[in-house]
């Protein structure tokens, strides 16, 4: 089941510049996207989201872009914290889906280097 | 801030035994859900829970699987004879909403030996 595809399991950025994480999908019923965020030994935290009825979201730091004709959907953190440093899940939510049931990427290791 | 919590954070056990593994989701949400992950494997979901009832679950949530709210702060999940591929990371979450962002538990380390 490769309907949402992180292809970067790591990135690697330096303190103070732009992060930016990919996460690409092929179900064209996602309609929820999301974020999460995660340390080792902790479950995913929240990060941020937006619905397919908008391009962009932004809070704070985080920014949540969103291209549905290339089905890809990008997080940015600007300026990057050496906290920042975690895994970091993409997910989606299907509109045939009133569970919120959600649908995770394999997720990409961000090291924020000081 | 609320949070779902989950115990035991790690529980080792054999073969063929029947293991409960516990969560306590945030007091007002309506919806529950329980997703594992194996070890470098990616999130999956398992079921989700509403109005005391199963309302979807994955393949992978087979016969030796089953879920409650006892209590009705407690939601549990049981697994009735566990298999040495059931070893993996259960993550209990709580969501007010079914359609909003759910919240997630620290997880539970099952390892079946």
């Known amino acids: 089941d490769q309907q949402v595809k992180q292809n970067s399991p790591s990135l690697s950025v330096q303190e103070g510049r732009i992060s930016i994480l990919n996460c690409d999908y092929t179900n064209s019923m996602f309609d929820y996207f999301l974020w999460y965020k995660k340390y080792p030994a902790e479950g995913p935290t929240f990060l941020i989201s937006?619905?397919?009825?908008?391009d962009k979201n932004e809070d704070g730091r985080f920014t949540v872009f969103l291209n549905k004709s290339a089905k890809h959907l990008s997080l940015h953190i600007v300026p990057s914290q050496p906290g920042d440093s975690a895994l970091y899940f993409c997910?989606?939510?299907?509109?045939?889906?009133?569970?919120?049931?959600?649908?995770f990427g394999q997720g990409t290791t961000l090291q924020v280097k000081p | 801030e609320p949070e779902v919590t989950q115990t035991p954070s790690h529980q080792v056990t054999q073969m063929g035994q029947e293991v409960i593994l516990r969560c306590v989701p945030i007091?007002?949400?309506?919806?529950f859900y329980w997703y594992r992950q194996i070890l470098g494997q990616k999130v999956e979901f398992l079921v989700s829970f509403y109005n005391n009832e199963i309302s979807e679950k994955s393949e992978i949530f087979d016969d030796q699987f089953s879920v409650e709210r006892p209590d009705g702060s407690n939601f549990t999940l049981k697994i009735r004879s566990t298999k040495l591929e059931d070893s993996a990371m259960y993550f209990c979450?709580?969501?007010?909403?079914?359609?909003?962002?759910?919240?997630f538990g620290q997880g539970t380390r099952l390892t079946v030996v």
């Open positions: 979450a709580s969501s007010p909403t079914g359609p909003t962002e759910a919240f």
């Open positions: 007091s007002n949400h309506l919806y």
């Open positions: 937006i619905s397919s009825i908008k």
């Open positions: 997910a989606a939510r299907s509109r045939s889906s009133n569970t919120g049931k959600l649908i």
